[in-house]
């Protein structure tokens, strides 16, 4: 797996994005600071594609889901910041591999295409979980292509299952590929948080951050479903989907960092993939 030059866990709140967050942007600067280095050593490993999973695009109970266009766009409008627009080609020669592996995992991955997302009345753009990490990447100078994930309401094995089919594509293709995916911890950290206050939300933050820093998929299999229900969290499946991609992987933690001023817990987490164990 010479070509998969890293991996990473990256939030999304658009806040994140100075012209959005403006003056708040202080209050997460240590996210800010810890996903603009993620981003650059990243770029380092000079990716041609980017494979991103994220929660917000159009999720399906029964299925994962993937982007199927020439070029996907979007942009910040929603958030107060219309002028703040990214676009990217997609590569469908990795998506064609990943259909493929998919269908030998048994993993049931719906293709968006223009008529499928008109039929579902879904919008074929980056969502704002795949807008915020890829600004960042594009500012580190990322201009490659992307492949657009979208999470499913899956099991957590299959969610990593979906990522080790992943990984399987990125070994048949000839070209570097990076994978993030995004995603927000408890929604539910102090009083006033966006999902309400919950005590066991810090905790939940704790659990996952400190598997994620081992990259260890059992302390997290293991996690006491109590607590991630009482956590409102959104990043858990991509979380286990990241940890797929990496799954018999040789994979060292070199960054990590996190933090909850708004109530939503932004965990940063970057790892390097040497190789097979």
Request: aromatic content about 6%.
């Given at each position: 797996?010479?070509?998969?030059?890293?991996?990473?866990?990256?939030?999304?709140?658009?806040?994140?994005?100075p012209e959005v967050g403006k003056n708040e942007l202080d209050q997460v600067k240590a996210t800010v600071s810890a996903v603009t280095q993620a981003a650059e050593l990243l770029r380092e490993g000079n990716p041609q594609t980017v494979v991103i999973i994220t929660p917000h695009g159009p999720v399906f109970e029964d299925s994962v889901t993937v982007s199927i266009?020439?070029?996907?766009?979007?942009?910040?409008?929603?958030f107060g910041a219309p002028d703040v627009t990214l676009g990217f080609e997609t590569d469908n020669l990795l998506i064609k591999h990943i259909i493929r592996s998919?269908?030998?995992l048994g993993i049931n991955l719906q293709e968006l295409t223009d008529d499928i997302a008109k039929n579902y009345r879904?919008?074929?753009?980056?969502?704002?979980?795949?807008?915020?990490?890829?600004?960042?990447?594009s500012k580190a100078g990322f201009k490659g292509q992307i492949v657009h994930l979208t999470m499913g309401i899956l099991p957590y094995e299959e969610m990593y299952t979906f990522g080790k089919a992943v990984q399987a594509a990125i070994g048949n293709v000839d070209k570097r590929v990076a994978v993030i995916a995004s995603?927000?911890?408890s929604h539910r950290l102090i009083p006033g948080a966006p999902a309400?206050?919950?005590?066991?939300?810090?905790?939940?933050?704790?659990?996952?951050?400190?598997?994620?820093?081992?990259?260890?998929?059992?302390?997290?299999?293991?996690m006491d479903r109590n607590l991630i229900e009482e956590a409102g969290e959104c990043g858990l499946r991509p979380i286990f989907f990241l940890l797929?991609?990496?799954?018999?992987?040789?994979?060292?933690?070199?960054?990590?960092?996190?933090?909850?001023p708004f109530g939503v817990g932004y965990a940063v987490t970057l790892y390097k993939v040497k190789g097979k164990k």
């Open positions: 797996m010479d070509n998969l030059v890293g991996c990473a866990l990256m939030p999304h709140p658009p806040i994140m994005v266009h020439p070029r996907l766009k979007g942009n910040m409008a929603q998919c269908q030998r879904v919008a074929l753009r980056l969502d704002h979980g795949a807008f915020v990490p890829l600004y960042y990447l995603g927000d911890l309400g206050y919950s005590p066991k939300g810090a905790e939940f933050d704790r659990q996952v951050v400190e598997a994620l820093k081992r990259i260890d998929v059992k302390a997290l299999l293991n797929g991609v990496m799954g018999g992987l040789d994979a060292e933690t070199i960054l990590s960092s996190y933090e909850g």
